[in-house]
T-cell receptor
């Protein structure tokens, strides 16, 4: 079984709809992240969470919200979807590296392809 | 300024040959990490290799090695003995000590039989 799972894998929705993307992990990692990928732009960080009570905005958090329900679960919500939120969304986890933050490797889920019409 | 720059949108390499994918970075932090990820056409992001800013030696993982030139702020990925399965997008990424994580725009590698 995959260590990081995302549901749904594909979703088509309409403008104005609320949608939730879910991420679960069995790696036992404390840190979880949400990214979006757009063609030619690489990955951009939306939100990240270092533990259940610690949630932080990333580079492009406007229009998104998150919930860390448990150590293993981190969900991303689009309250009112718009077409420019059409993208590939990735969840990632990392163990945290104590004092050496820079060594903290991220491991990614399979991605959710979201289309907003 | 871009934190991570990958200047090669697309690269071609003959099977069994070596190929170098370029990556330059920009940071003022003394402590940072550099990562390469592979994204095949199926879409998943696969971690390949890591280099720490204080590491004295270049990182290696099987056929992957990272040519780390700190003064030039470059972290090129070298793939030796290319295989057809190496055809994919490759992303360079950097983590600064403040936990910001940045990705480049990627290089598409095609291995020719």
């Amino acid at each position: 079984d995959a260590d990081v799972t995302q549901t749904p894998r594909n979703r088509i929705t309409k403008t104005g709809k609320r949608i939730m993307l879910e991420c679960s992990q069995t790696k036992g990692h404390d840190r979880m992240y949400w990214y979006r990928q757009d063609p030619g732009l690489g990955l951009r960080l939306i939100y990240y969470s270092f533990d259940v009570k610690d949630i932080n905005k990333g580079e492009i958090s406007d229009g998104y919200s998150v919930s860390r329900q448990a150590q293993a679960k981190f969900s991303l919500s689009l309250e009112s979807a718009i077409p420019n939120q059409t993208a590939l969304y990735f969840c990632a986890t990392s163990v945290g590296a104590g004092g050496r933050m820079s060594t903290d490797t991220q491991y990614f889920g399979p991605g959710t392809r979201l289309t907003v019409l | 300024a871009q934190k991570i720059t990958q200047t090669q949108p697309g690269m071609f390499v003959q099977e069994k040959e070596a190929v170098t994918l370029d990556c330059t970075y920009d940071t003022s932090d003394p402590s940072y990490g550099l990562f390469w990820y592979k994204q095949p056409s199926s879409g998943e992001m696969i971690f390949l290799i890591y280099q720490g800013s204080y590491d004295q030696q270049n990182a290696t993982e099987g056929r992957y090695s990272l040519n780390f030139q700190k003064a030039r702020k470059s972290a090129n990925l070298v793939i030796s003995a290319s295989q057809l399965g190496d055809s994919a997008m490759y992303f360079c990424a950097m983590r600064e000590a403040r936990n910001q994580f940045y990705f480049g725009t990627g290089t598409s590698l095609t291995v020719i039989p």
